[in-house]
């Protein structure tokens, strides 16, 4: 048996003297005019976090929570505006709009700054952290450094895994993904709000769209399978409409139908660059909408599963069941493919081997 599950070492923050080293690394590295990447109010308000911070570094002292209207105030002054007519509630606003998109930008590009941090001779990263007031105070913002390793967090097994032959944990591969221009054509007449090079928001009127269109095909099927029965002839149905029936259904219907299902799906090849493979588009509700005063909304993001095989260390990627794993998808190893094959648990992000010999 083999649980290949997290095994990242602990390590303490660094001295004030190396985080100012880090700050400046970071900048340059998330500098907005060498990677439009870094683009964008959400990236500003990590850049004003970590200008803050780094002052009180430099003084040699470990740094303090920034509150709502300070933090704003850097960001607005960061971008070569006034600051003067930065009150509370504007800033609390403004900051509620923009939180979320950088957690989850940060979180979509881990793997950039991980590689990155480790070539510079780190051994972690400084995560943008918010805390939340009881009693209806204003949250404080802050950098918490976590491990290159622990920098995600994966669930926990139930103690039946243990029992199960070869498990292995997936993680997401975010080296390079992104939609490709004719995914990114796909959703403009959906009105989606683009967050990131792989991820659009879906909220406000917007989120009433997708449901629309999934109407208006579920409409489309229906009449014409109601077409193609209405105009039986004595030589029998008419199969052309019944064809053009199944195939709204099974092309555009279908996935679409799934997706909201089972909230992840294989993406259409065109969704992203061809010289990338085997990407899911995967569905995640925004639980997180009405402590931010925002409308609810959930999140499409273009994403890509990927683990170690603990059969033979090569790489497992996540596809399609096929026929056999019908309506399922499943991990396959590159190295061998129909044999190596392991389930694929979405919240666990765990799976466990399929060919197993029974006991």
Known sequence: MSDLSDGAVETAEPSPAEL???????QRF????RNADYRGVPWDVFRGLLIQHSADWKDGTPANPVATKELWSSVVEGRG???AAVDGSKARKRLNDHWSELETMFRELVGRFSAGAVKEGFDGLLWPVK?????GRSATYRLEWRPVGATVEQPTLPATYSELPFVLRYHEDKSSLRFSWLGRLFFLPLFFRRQSERAVRV????RYVPALALGMLALMTGLLLLLALATTTSSGLNWTLMLMSA???????HPLARLYDRKVIMASPLFYPFKERDCQVELTWDDDAA??????GYNLRLVRYA??????????????????FFDRLVGRCTDEPGEHVFSFDHQLLSGYWLRAPRR
């Open 291 to 296: 402590e931010n005063n925002r409308t609810y």
């Open 81 to 83: 505006e006034s600051a």
């Open 247 to 253: 195939v709204f259904y099974w092309v555009l219907l």
């Open 203 to 206: 909220d406000g009127r917007r």
């Open 20 to 26: 100012v080293r880090y700050a400046g690394w970071f």
């Open 30 to 33: 998330i500098d907005p005019d």
């Open 307 to 324: 683990a170690e095989c603990p059969l033979c260390g090569a790489k497992v990627w996540v596809n399609d069941g096929k026929l056999e």
């Open 131 to 135: 805390d939340r007031s009881p009693g």
